[in-house]
Structure formats: structure tokens, C-alpha cells
């Protein structure tokens, strides 16, 4: 698959407002004593199975996240609190096969000659807290890979992410891809109610950062613990 289009935009938040939603061995992880969650708009394109052609309504579709940062046994990765997206049958297969909590929405993006992105999403998902996204980002500055050590490179340098079942059971999903190549952003933000199912109103200025395309592999989700 290709993510394009993508803006990380990431708020300090204090970690117990955030600790309370990970289940049992799911560790949350800090960088300098504070928590992180990022709100993460994008567009996902070539979405197939290996070796397979594009599957139609899943191939290509808007997407945005809401995340953080955790250890499980270790090994750092990335936590979902939501993942809205405009493809029904995306939705479906990954609540389904991969336990994350993907939610419908209704999305649309549209790009300006200078290369500024408009993105707005509204999610539409039956039985889930209502949330909202509707801002315009560009980048600002020459893209580079992130310094080793840096915020940057801490927020974005993650190769795996992690889902719990009902049960409570928790699993690890790999990915791959080289080194993001980021470059500093602006964010015109005019909506931004993505964190209210989880008590974040995500306020004051946020670290952002913009990604260039980048080309990502992904394997099955597999158990972790005994």
C-alpha cells in the first residue's frame, strides 16, 4: 500500500489522560515524561494483497487516525483509539480480521496549486461517539529523514502496531517501509473533534510534521504474550 497526502499533528497530553484506555499489558510509552497523541490524515492508495491484483472499494480510500505510543513486551509501536475511513468494505474486513477499531465516515480531500491539502472528515458509524475533522496543511520546509533521538524521529519510527479482541487478548501487526522522509508543516485548523470519545480536546499548538509518499508492507496480526 501508499500513504500520501499525510500530516502527522501530535499534542503533549498528560499520560494518565491517556494510560486509562490501554488494556492489560499494553504499556504506554513517554517521550521526555509526556504522552503523545496524534491525529493523522491521509490518503491510502494501492491497498492489495501480495502477489494479488487491487481489490475494487478497498484499493483507495481516505483515512484518519487517532494514536499514540506503547510497549508491548519492549518493543515500541503504535495504539489506536479510531481509525475513520470512507471505504465501507476497509472498515468491515479490518473491525473483522485485525481488531481495530476502524469507524465509517463520510471524507473528502481536494488539493490547492500551491500544494496545500483541504481535508474534512465527519464520521457517520452507528453505536460510535461522533467525531470531526476539517483543516488545511502544506508543507513548510525541505523534507529529510528525522535525527535519531529527535521528537520527531521518537513519534514516527514505528514498525509495528498493536489491537486487542474483546477478550482482551493482545496482537502485533509488522510493517515495513524505509525511513519517513518529513518536512515542518502549517495547519489550519477549523474543526478538530477527534479526540471526544476519549476525553482529548486537543488543545493549543501541535507538533507537525508532513510526510512524503511512502510505499508500506504489513503482515498478519499475531498473538502476543502466552
Not at 519492549?74 to 481509525?83: A, I, N, Y
Not at 523534507?143 to 513519534?155: I, V
Not at 515495513?176 to 476519549?198: F, Q, S, V, Y
Not at 482529548?200 to 504489513?218: C, D, K, N, S, Y
Request: a positive charge; one cysteine or more.
Amino acid at each position: 500500500m501508499t500513504w500520501s497526502e499525510l500530516l502527522f499533528a501530535h499534542w503533549a497530553i498528560e499520560p494518565d489522560a491517556v494510560a486509562r484506555w490501554l488494556p492489560a499489558g499494553v504499556t504506554l510509552d513517554k517521550h521526555e515524561r509526556q504522552a503523545w497523541v496524534g491525529v493523522v490524515p491521509f490518503l491510502m492508495s494501492a491497498v492489495r494483497p501480495r502477489f494479488c491484483p487491487p481489490i475494487p472499494g478497498l484499493s483507495r480510500f481516505l483515512e484518519l487516525n487517532v494514536r499514540t505510543y506503547v510497549t508491548v513486551d519492549g518493543k515500541p509501536g503504535v495504539w489506536f483509539f479510531s481509525l475513520d475511513a470512507e471505504s465501507r468494505v476497509a472498515v468491515r474486513m479490518a473491525r473483522a480480521g485485525f481488531h481495530l477499531p476502524y469507524m465509517d465516515a463520510k471524507m473528502a480531500m481536494e488539493t490547492s496549486p500551491d500544494g496545500t491539502i483541504h481535508y474534512r472528515s465527519r464520521r457517520t458509524h452507528r453505536g460510535e461517539p461522533p467525531a470531526a475533522w476539517d483543516a488545511s496543511y502544506r508543507a513548510t520546509g525541505e523534507f529529510r529523514e528525522a535525527e535519531p533521538g529527535s521528537l520527531a524521529h521518537w513519534l514516527t519510527a514505528r514498525y509495528c502496531l498493536y489491537a486487542a479482541n474483546r477478550r482482551g487478548q493482545i496482537y502485533r501487526g509488522e510493517i515495513d517501509h524505509r525511513p519517513w522522509k518529513l518536512a515542518a508543516a502549517d495547519c489550519e485548523r477549523r474543526t478538530n473533534r477527534m479526540g471526544d470519545g476519549i476525553g482529548i480536546p486537543f488543545e493549543g499548538q501541535p507538533h507537525l510534521l508532513m510526510a512524503e509518499p511512502l510505499t508500506v508492507r504489513a503482515w498478519a496480526l499475531s498473538k502476543c504474550g502466552r
